[in-house]
């Protein structure tokens, strides 16, 4: 294991510093071309980029072929948690998959920080329980459930290709039809405001949403949470799956601003309830307490 974590944190050093002389196509291209062999086909222990956590990498995984080549899912958005998270502070990772970045996270905020991390997929949440494993000095806490607007239950659709994924209803229709098989996971619904007060009301720093459109109602349910402790929040919106979920951008923006949340994209440009979104767009989105 000591050999592969070596070896990979060999590969992403050369992968970030070909950075300097080819495009991000051609540089990723390459490198997949160039480790194929060494990869094979079982999972890997690597490390992620400039801390000390490590994470269980399937190399036929898309997202996590990426993190064994690169060390990061998502640099852009990873180089603004590194820019944001300080030793000490409370983390939401909500859509946590199986913990690429809620391990990041626990490494950014310490000892003295804690990561409150959901995710319902139970695949991934087993393999996110794996990766906690391999850093036992992080303060990471895993709750198995979906977050939603009211507590219950849901229907989660996971495809045969991607079991640590989860899909709306909507996606998982597309994916039938196309021939994929894709089945339906029961999962439980819990609310965020009724987590914090579960964990004691924890001041509450930072939240990162991924969940698929389903990010309004996961807002509605910790407006409570929202309001006493001001969080940043960063947080993907599709406007088309946004739409399968039953809402629009319009619902997200009023919500957050509601409660005194001004949204802005990655370059620092304000984006309001009156935006329209390119079709098909996944944007990554910054609500920032004023």
């Not at 990869?39 to 990426?66: H, K, M, Y």
């Not at 947080?235 to 979920?245: D, L, N, P, Q």
Request: net charge neutral; with cysteine.
């Amino acid at each position: 294991m000591m050999y592969d974590v070596l070896m990979l944190t060999l590969i992403q050093r050369i992968y970030q510093i070909s950075e300097r002389f080819l495009p991000i196509r051609g540089r990723y291209r390459a490198m997949q071309a160039l480790v194929r062999p060494f990869l094979g086909t079982q999972n890997r222990v690597c490390s992620l980029f400039r801390t000390s956590a490590r994470i269980w990498a399937d190399p036929a995984d898309a997202i996590e072929r990426a993190v064994l080549l690169t060390g990061v899912w998502e640099k852009r958005e990873t180089d603004f948690f590194d820019s944001m998270l300080k030793p000490g502070m409370n983390v939401m990772d909500i859509g946590a998959h199986a913990g690429i970045h809620s391990m990041r996270f626990g490494y950014l905020v310490g000892r003295s920080g804690v990561v409150y991390s959901f995710e319902p997929n139970p695949d991934a949440a087993a393999r996110f329980r794996k990766n906690t494993e391999l850093n036992p000095h992080l303060n990471i806490r895993l709750t198995e459930s979906a977050l939603g607007s009211q507590a219950g239950s849901a229907n989660i659709f996971v495809a045969s290709r991607n079991k640590i994924g989860c899909m709306l209803k909507g996606q998982a229709e597309v994916s039938e039809a196309s021939g994929e098989s894709v089945a339906a996971v029961l999962v439980p619904v819990v609310t965020l405001d009724s987590m914090w007060r579960e964990f004691g009301q924890p001041r509450i720093d930072f939240i990162k949403i991924d969940v698929e459109g389903y990010e309004y109602h996961v807002l509605k349910g910790g407006l409570e949470l929202l309001a006493s402790c001001r969080p940043v929040i960063c947080f993907e919106h599709s406007e088309v799956y946004a739409r399968m979920s039953g809402i629009g951008w319009s619902d997200i923006a009023r919500t957050l601003n509601h409660v005194g949340y001004a949204i802005f994209d990655m370059n620092g440009n304000e984006v309001t309830e009156s935006f329209t979104f390119s079709s098909g767009a996944n944007v990554d989105l910054i609500a920032r307490p004023v």
